[in-house]
């Protein structure tokens, strides 16, 4: 079977400041990895997606996460927040289906 | 280029009623999925549909069960509904992908309150 884990309920940051939303996986063989996010009311926005390749991926609005796979983790980062970033964050991994983590949300303080 | 759309936006309905939700996926893409996001939840996977017909399942009960037109839009539909069934439910589709590696765009999702 396949997890997905994201430890923290929520994420303070100053605006400006450099942000990490944390995701650790479970499954077996080939991770593919995503991150999306969710506005209040909303659908899912994808923000990007690690197949194979280079482990640090680029996604949207400046977003970047990282795959790490001895330590079977994707953490999401921006090297400066803001304020509009505020939202709930999931990450998710495929393996014949989209199983998705408890999701994170990420509160970025003036 | 219109995104992934749902209908309706809102939907009441009482213990024992039947739902359908309906989801038009976005231009270009051929599979549709549905999830269920409870709230303070992360969205759990119902089922996958692919050239009119359940690819794959998610561990939910028979009450859920769906379609898929020519056209490739999609319906869920809920039998028996429970109070544990309020959820938004979120549409999301994507192109031919058997391992879901393909990107899923979702829709702004069906919220479903059951009294």
């Known amino acids: 079977a396949q997890s997905v884990a994201q430890p923290e309920d929520q994420v303070n940051v100053a605006e400006g400041n450099p942000l990490t939303v944390k995701c650790t996986y479970s499954?077996?063989?080939?991770?593919?990895l995503f991150w999306y996010v969710q506005y209040p009311n909303r659908g899912l926005q994808f923000l990007l997606k690690?197949?194979?390749?280079?482990?640090l991926v680029k996604g949207s609005y400046g977003f970047e996460a990282e795959f790490n796979k001895s330590q079977t983790s994707f953490h999401l980062k921006k090297p400066s927040a803001l304020v509009s970033d505020s939202a709930l964050y999931f990450c998710?991994?495929?393996?014949?289906?989209?199983?998705f983590g408890s999701g994170t949300r990420l509160q970025v303080q003036p | 280029d219109a995104g992934v759309t749902q209908s309706p936006t809102h939907l009441i309905k009482t213990r024992g009623q039947q739902v359908t939700l309906r989801c038009s996926p976005k231009?270009?893409?051929?599979?549709v999925s549905w999830y269920q996001q409870a709230l303070g939840q992360g969205p759990q996977f119902i089922f996958q549909?692919?050239?009119?017909?359940?690819?794959q399942r998610g561990n939910f009960p028979d009450r859920f069960s769906g379609h898929q037109f020519p056209n490739y839009s999609s319906e869920l539909n809920v039998n028996a509904l429970l109070l544990g069934d309020s959820a938004l439910y979120l549409c999301?589709?994507?192109?031919?992908?058997?391992?879901?590696?393909?990107?899923?765009?979702f829709g702004p999702g069906t919220r479903l309150t059951v009294l």
């Open positions: 999301a589709s994507s192109t031919t992908d058997r391992l879901f590696t393909d990107t899923q765009y």
């Open positions: 499954v077996s063989g080939n991770p593919y």
């Open positions: 690690y197949i194979t390749g280079d482990n």
């Open positions: 998710a991994v495929a393996r014949r289906a989209l199983t």
């Open positions: 231009s270009g893409h051929d599979t």
């Open positions: 549909y692919y050239e009119e017909e359940e690819r």
